[in-house]
Structure formats: structure tokens, C-alpha cells
T-cell receptor, first 112, second 114 residues
Framework: GQNIDQPTEMTATEGAIVQINCTYQTSGFNGLFWYQQHAGEAPTFLSY????GLEEKGRFSSFLSRSKGYSYLLLKELQMKDSASYLCAVRVDQTGANNLFFGTGTRLTVIP | EAQVTQNPRYLITVTGKKLTVTCSQNMNHEYMSWYRQDPGLGLRQIYYSMNVEVTDKGDVPEGYKVSRKEKRNFPLILESPSPNQTSLYFC?????????????FGSGTRLTVV
């Protein structure tokens, strides 16, 4: 089975930086995704890492260490609209199937 | 506009009354999948399809059926819904042509079974 852990809730201040961690234990690891989900809405793609290192995309960056089974999502210059749940998902190589396994999500609240 | 369309958005039904949630994508994606999302449990995969006429079970398939007769459509069928199937359902599609095989999700269907 797949085991994906991330904190349940975090709070941060507008304009600050926040780091959301994700640890995983899987067999057949083949990539890690971060999604943003506002309440009652569909998840939207933020980032994808398959190799070790940092991927930067505007205010959002994502880091992966395959040897440690660890990733983080870094959000800079926080805005109120960043209040949402952030989902860590691992892709597992299952005979060609493209299956993503999701953590339970981290609900981020940005306060003024 | 590239999208995944689910219908209906909201549905209240009674125990045992068969229902179908439709999902359609216009991106010519090979892969489609259904998830349910429950508080504290996250997104859990119900069924997936790697292409037309190819479907397989995810982690929580009990009580659900799917079919993939055409590439663009992947309906979710509940033959005899029960209250424990009350949930928020998402359909998703992807393709190796899409960076990292990332999913595009539909807007969701909130199902209540009473």
C-alpha cells in the first residue's frame, strides 16, 4: 500500500512564506504532484517533481528527495487567496497505469 | 476550452435507486479515473480506465461500476446506492502528452444518499 503523510492544518500570515511538508512510503514511485483545492472545488495542478531537487514556478516551489521519501511545497508572498487545501499525490508505476495516490491534504489558512 | 465535464453537480437520491454520474473530456485523453473525497480520508480512487474498453478497480470499488465505450466518456454507475456512498466525487483525465501525466479534474458531483 501507499502511505502519504502531510500536516492536517497550517496557518500563516499574509506576505509571509510557508512550507508544507509531505512524506511518503511507496513501492514503484514514479513522480510527486502538488494540487491546490479550494473548498468545494476541483483540485488544480500546481507542480510535478520526478527527479531530486527544486522546481520553481512563480511564487510556488516544490522540492523532492527520493532517497528520503520527502517533498515540500513552498509558497512565498502569501496572499489571502492562497487559503486552500494543498494535496500531495504520488504516482506509482503499476503496469503502465497512471494512478495517483493522494494524501489527506493540508488546509492552509492565511490571516491578515 | 479543454475541460472535464461532470453531471450533475449536486444530486440527492434515495437508497437503492440506481443512478449514473456522467463524465466527459474533450482533450482526447487516454486515461480517466474516478475518485471520491471524504473528510479526513482525502481522495480515494474508485475505478480507472487506461483506454477504451480497458477498466480496472482502484482502492474503493465496492458498490460502483464504470464503462468506457468511447474515449471521451467514463460514466460512474451506482446500481443500488447506500448512505455510505454519500460523498464528493471527482472525475479526472490525463495523457502522456500532458506534462508528468498530471490530472485534469472535473468540477465534482456532490452526492447525498438518504
Amino acid at each position: 500500500g501507499q502511505n502519504i503523510d502531510q500536516p492536517t492544518e497550517m496557518t500563516a500570515t499574509e506576505g509571509a512564506i510557508v512550507q508544507i511538508n509531505c512524506t511518503y512510503q511507496t513501492s514503484g514511485f514514479n513522480g510527486l504532484f502538488w494540487y491546490q483545492q479550494h473548498a468545494g472545488e476541483a483540485p488544480t495542478f500546481l507542480s510535478y517533481n520526478v527527479l531530486d531537487g527544486l522546481e520553481e514556478k512563480g511564487r510556488f516551489s516544490s522540492f523532492l528527495s527520493r532517497s528520503k521519501g520527502y517533498s515540500y511545497l513552498l509558497l512565498k508572498e502569501l496572499q489571502m487567496k492562497d487559503s486552500a487545501s494543498y494535496l500531495c499525490a504520488v504516482r506509482v508505476d503499476q503496469t503502465g497505469a497512471n494512478n495517483l495516490f493522494f494524501g489527506t491534504g493540508t488546509r492552509l489558512t492565511v490571516i491578515p | 476550452e479543454a475541460q472535464v465535464t461532470q453531471n450533475p453537480r449536486y444530486l440527492i437520491t434515495v437508497t437503492g435507486k440506481k443512478l449514473t454520474v456522467t463524465c466527459s473530456q474533450n482533450m482526447n485523453h487516454e486515461y480517466m479515473s474516478w475518485y471520491r473525497q471524504d473528510p479526513g480520508l482525502g481522495l480515494r480512487q474508485i475505478y480507472y480506465s487506461m483506454n477504451v474498453e480497458v477498466t480496472d478497480k482502484g482502492d474503493v470499488p465496492e458498490g460502483y461500476k464504470v464503462s468506457r465505450k468511447e474515449k471521451r466518456n467514463f460514466p460512474l454507475i451506482l446500481e443500488s446506492p447506500s448512505p455510505n456512498q454519500t460523498s464528493l466525487y471527482f472525475c479526472a483525465s490525463s495523457s502522456p502528452r500532458q506534462g508528468g501525466w498530471g490530472y485534469t479534474f472535473g468540477s465534482g458531483t456532490r452526492l447525498t444518499v438518504v
